[in-house]
């Protein structure tokens, strides 16, 4: 099973590019992932996000949302407009199946518990990276309803959406500021 898990990461990383990987922080907690680029503008997320290269700190979840209809709406009228906006989605990562297996630990309960927990988003408001003006919203969601209906509607393989469920993961709308 482990291997299985292993080889369906492997090929979703393939297909999906990472266009961001670094630590999340929520409150105390930390946790590394990357950010699997799913549908909309990849140039978009590749040219906002700040790379580790350049800038190695964390990115910080700094407000909650509640799962409310107003914000969901709101978040997927953004997904309308193709070059505005991108769904990505988070997994944890690491250098070593060991390191992989503790932030897997880290992220399911840090983050993903706790947002759940609260019936909420994280919200990260970023600067671009390069000219620190505010360039971009990102709405980090916990499994729910809004997210699995996201994850619906991108062009994920049939086996690999049935395969994600298995490991912790968040569903990620980055939008333009």
Known sequence: ????????????S???????RGNLELKSAQAMVQMHFLSGNILFAR?????DEIDPSPMRITQRMRLLPPALEEVKQKTMIYDE?????????GKSRKTVSRQRRKFRSGFLRYLRDKNSMGVVRGKHPETGEPSFLMSIFPQCDFANSLLQ???????????????PHSVVVLQKK
């Open 1 to 12: 099973m482990a291997e299985d898990n292993s080889r369906t990461l492997t090929r979703f």
């Open 14 to 20: 393939t297909r999906y590019p990472v266009v961001w």
């Open 47 to 51: 040219s906002t996000l700040p790379q």
């Open 85 to 93: 906006h991108c769904v990505l989605l988070a997994l944890p990562c």
């Open 153 to 167: 509607e991108v062009p994920i393989r049939p086996e690999v959406n049935r395969k994600i469920h298995l490991f």
